[in-house]
């Protein structure tokens, strides 16, 4: 397994309670790795598969029952029903980590032991792919890599590899496989407010809800998640908050924005940390009074916000060497981030996977499956946040593309 995100321990926990012995490779020199305590959404088949899976017995989510809009500053102009289940990328990646390897922390401290039956699992951290092999008589793959501290080069073979290391995979560019990258055309402002510091009207107006709220050419998404630690108990929870707003590629303002406090310029995103305090002051000062008051409550009070680039990544072939390398997850297709769809699709092919494994579908047949549902969302993600941003013909043709994809589907041609 190469990549030890969410995406590569859902896959490794399946297998290793499948029997499988797995070894995941994974870049990132922590321990435990970092996280921005950024909200995610966990559809039905993480949720499915925590159920079957998980042994810590630790709440990976906040129920949200309703889905509300604030146009400008008008309260609730829409409000219903739409259950979903809101997490923590980093209370979500702990879980899996005590189920997969048994790693000990404040959110698991007592990690099960192995189940009867259960494969043999290592999580090696610090080890970035830089080579690909195919023994085609034994149907070996021989995944190489380096120790990203102290340089030193190894190998591991086995009889199958899963690339889960992401929108930037190394394994895709080894490949050379042809990846199609687009920037939205917007970026996203990104922050959490631990509960304890806001009213008690404003926890109110944002509990058991996802909340839109549209401003003019821009628009935020909230809703409360658990601490990284795994704390879901009203007045120890996130309210967790995303800003979308549009910023031309390449222009002077991008530059700026992506400049952080130390002079240095980040491709992809601005920690938590780094954000320089007076763009960010600028930022709400801009907007704050265009805000619901329990809104500009929730951002004026954010600590530490960051920023993220917002785009799509999308590869057309998921697997290579005669079906023993696939590409799961955002190594496949990357969706904006607009319905948090990345741990569902993720979790998604880990069923996929194992229907093939069972021999109930082919490979290629789990394939086409995963490029339909990968165009469908990416489509469907774009048309969300360009609506939500007010690009009415970027709207117009998000939903052209979905129609032609639905046609395609009915005559068997997607």
């Known amino acids: 397994m190469v990549g030890g995100s969410i995406a590569g321990l859902l896959q490794g926990l399946q297998l290793k309670r499948n029997g499988t012995s797995v070894i995941v490779l994974e870049q990132d020199p922590s321990k435990d790795r970092h996280s921005h305590e ?44 739409s259950p979903r289940h809101m997490s923590n990328w980093g209370c979500l990646y702990l879980i ?15 990690p099960p032991v192995s189940k009867k039956g259960d494969g043999v699992a290592e999580y090696r951290p610090r080890k970035r792919a830089i080579g690909l092999s195919y023994e085609k ?13 102290t340089g030193e080069e190894g190998s591991v073979s086995a009889d199958m590899a899963i690339a889960a290391d992401g929108v930037h995979s190394s394994i895709a560019k080894i490949m050379q496989v042809p990846i199609r990258r687009d920037y939205a055309g917007y970026i996203a402002w990104r922050g959490i407010v631990p509960e304890r510091l806001l009213s008690q009207e404003t926890i109110d107006y944002f509990s058991n809800r996802l909340n839109f709220t549209l401003l003019k050419g821009t628009y935020f998404i909230s809703y409360l998640i658990p601490t990284e630690t795994g704390h879901v108990e009203p ?13 031309p590629d390449g222009s002077p303002e991008m530059a700026t924005i992506f400049t952080d406090v130390n002079g240095r310029v980040h491709p992809y995103t601005v920690p938590q940390g780094l954000v320089n305090r007076a763009l960010w002051a600028e930022q709400v000062a801009r907007y704050q009074s265009q805000m619901t008051a329990p809104l ?14 917002v785009g799509d990544a999308q590869i057309r072939q998921a697997s290579f060497f005669d079906n023993r390398l696939v590409l799961v997850g955002d190594a496949f297709t990357a969706f904006r981030s607009h319905m948090g769809m990345a741990s569902e699709q993720a979790a998604r092919h880990c069923w996929q996977m194992d229907r093939v494994w069972r021999g109930e579908i082919t490979q290629e047949q789990r394939d086409l499956e995963a490029t339909i549902y990968a165009e469908r969302f990416v489509l469907m993600n774009r048309l969300i946040g360009l609506g939500g941003l007010g690009q009415v013909v970027a709207v117009v043709k998000a939903l052209w593309g979905l129609m032609l994809l639905w046609i395609k589907h009915k005559l068997g041609r997607a």
């Open 96 to 110: 899996l980590r005590a189920n997969f390897d048994g790693m000990k922390s404040e959110a698991v401290p007592d």
């Open 235 to 247: 007045g120890k929870r996130l309210l967790n908050w995303v800003w979308y707003f549009v910023v």
């Open 296 to 309: 500009a409550e929730v951002v004026s009070k954010t600590p530490c916000p960051f920023i993220t680039k």
């Open 137 to 149: 008589v034994k149907g070996k793959v021989t995944v190489q890599y380096v120790d990203v501290t």
């Open 38 to 81: 950024s909200g995610v959404t966990i559809g039905p088949s993480v949720v499915s598969l925590l159920n079957k899976y998980d042994a810590t017995g630790r709440p990976a989510a906040i129920f949200a029952e309703y889905i509300s809009v604030d146009w400008r500053k008008r309260l609730r102009v829409l409000d219903r029903p």
